[in-house]
């Protein structure tokens, strides 16, 4: 059974840094491309974030370009989203997302329960 166990979420100020965390099992990590996407309140989900295990190459949504960077950790099977100079606009539950790599990038096959991020003054 896939599983994916997002934390780190929080109450941040605009300018601080959050450090989200996402631990999956139940499949093969590197044969899966695995990504980050968010759901504002009254807005549809976005994509930020993706890794295609095939060529390891981080796809970011141009609004968090330069401010946040994806990683993984193999040994763990775990992925982090560092997110720097947070502004009230990131506010939005963070959700990770896997699913098999055929090439085409990131979809919504499979998600955890998500982190809420709150950025407030």
């Known amino acids: 059974e896939v599983q994916l166990v997002e934390s780190g979420g929080g109450l941040v100020r605009p300018g601080q840094s959050l450090r989200l965390s996402c631990a999956t099992s139940?499949?093969?990590?590197?044969?899966?491309?695995v990504g980050w996407f968010r759901r504002a309140p009254g807005k549809e989900r976005e994509r930020i974030s993706c890794?295609?295990?095939?060529?390891?190459?981080?796809y970011y949504e141009d609004s968090v370009k330069g401010r946040f960077t994806m990683s993984k950790d193999g040994a763990k099977n775990t992925v982090y989203l560092q997110m720097d100079n947070l502004k009230p606009e990131d506010t939005a539950v963070y959700y990770c997302?896997?699913?098999?790599?055929?090439?085409?990038?990131?979809?919504?096959?499979?998600w955890g329960r998500g982190t809420e991020v709150t950025v407030s003054s």
């Open positions: 139940g499949f093969t990590f590197d044969t899966y491309a």
């Open positions: 997302s896997a699913n098999p790599d055929y090439g085409l990038g990131c979809r919504y096959d499979y």
């Open positions: 890794i295609r295990q095939s060529d390891s190459n981080v």
